[in-house]
């Protein structure tokens, strides 16, 4: 992959494959010890600890068009290229929590890239589910939760009405610009 | 910089045109493969390019959904446009722009663009 962000979109369509409501995406930055943590948590049908051990497996899937799944593997090795680690969590009927570290000062670092465009598809094109979305670089912080988002918007109003679409669209770009200091897109 | 508390003004304007957009009112749900191979192959821009058109017309009859792997990763992006009456046609080895094309010909005057279908190669 070559940004970070469709790395987390394709995390993000398991979370969605198991029917999960709420789905968490984190992505924290600490200047200081140089690491960029992701995190994304969701409250769907979880795994057995039997599939929690397979899936880092590229030879393991649980669908049935192919005999292999690349995701979480491709999404392990990125993080642990840099120096960083990978972990994942899950419990069957709770929920699955996955999480990787990079070191961003590394040469084998992959860029973050356009994660506020890849939240914004992720609410648009999912809107009967719930994300909580978190930036942090440094001091600077930035938190969208749809729930908050519907509450202003109201039942008649949903969060892939083309209004609100663009709206949010723009909200996410001027917020994630800010994060990054207007360095980057 | 844009703040939570325009969302009001967008949720008075949406009031005063209600029962536009409900479920019973899609006309066409645009499905997107963004599964790993998917995503590789460049679905993301090719979504971006649906959300965006279609949030650009002001189109109330189309939802935009993404979806897992459909099985047919050599011809990914691979996007499927079902219509109300169940219908589908599945356009594959998408780009941005065979995505603008799709909503203005498809979603917006109801012509199949038959050149970009799974079919088509193969003649």
Not at chain 1, 122 to 147: A, S
Not at chain 2, 49 to 63: G, Q
Request: charge should be negative; include cysteine.
């Amino acid at each position: 992959m070559r940004e970070l962000a469709l790395n987390v979109m394709d995390i993000a369509q398991n979370s969605i494959s198991a029917k999960a409501a709420l789905i968490r995406i984190s992505v924290e930055e600490d200047l200081e010890a140089d690491r960029l943590r992701i995190l994304v948590e969701d409250n769907g049908c979880g795994m057995t600890p039997e599939q929690v051990q397979s899936v880092v497996d590229p030879f393991y899937t649980t669908r049935t068009t192919r005999k292999v799944g690349m995701g979480i593997p491709l999404f392990k090795m990125e993080a642990e290229m840099t120096g960083g680690s990978f972990s994942i969590r899950s419990e069957k009927g709770k929920g699955t929590s996955l999480q990787a570290e990079f070191v961003p000062s590394h040469v084998d670092m992959i860029p973050l890239g356009d994660i506020g465009g890849v939240v914004h598809l992720l609410i648009t094109c999912n809107p009967d589910r719930d994300f909580v979305f978190l930036r942090k670089k440094g001091q600077r912080e930035f938190v969208l939760d749809t729930r908050e988002l519907r509450n202003l918007l109201g039942e008649e109003t949903p969060l892939n009405a083309p209004e609100v679409s663009q709206w949010l669209r723009d909200y996410l770009k001027e917020h994630m610009e800010d994060i990054e200091g207007g360095n980057e897109i | 910089m844009k703040s939570l508390a325009e969302l009001q003004a967008i949720r008075d304007k949406a009031r005063a045109q209600i029962g536009l957009r409900s479920e019973e009112n899609v006309e066409f749900r645009v499905q997107v493969g963004m599964a790993t191979c998917g995503i590789a192959a460049g679905a993301r821009p090719v979504l971006s390019a649906f959300v965006e058109e279609v949030a650009k017309r002001d189109l109330h009859n189309v939802m935009v959904t993404q979806t897992g792997c459909i099985g047919i990763c050599q011809y990914e992006p691979v996007v499927e446009v079902v219509s109300a009456d169940g219908s589908k046609v599945t356009y594959v080895k998408m780009t941005p722009e065979k995505a603008v094309r799709v909503v203005n010909d498809h979603l917006v005057n109801g012509n199949v663009v038959t050149e970009f279908t799974i079919g088509a190669g193969s003649n």
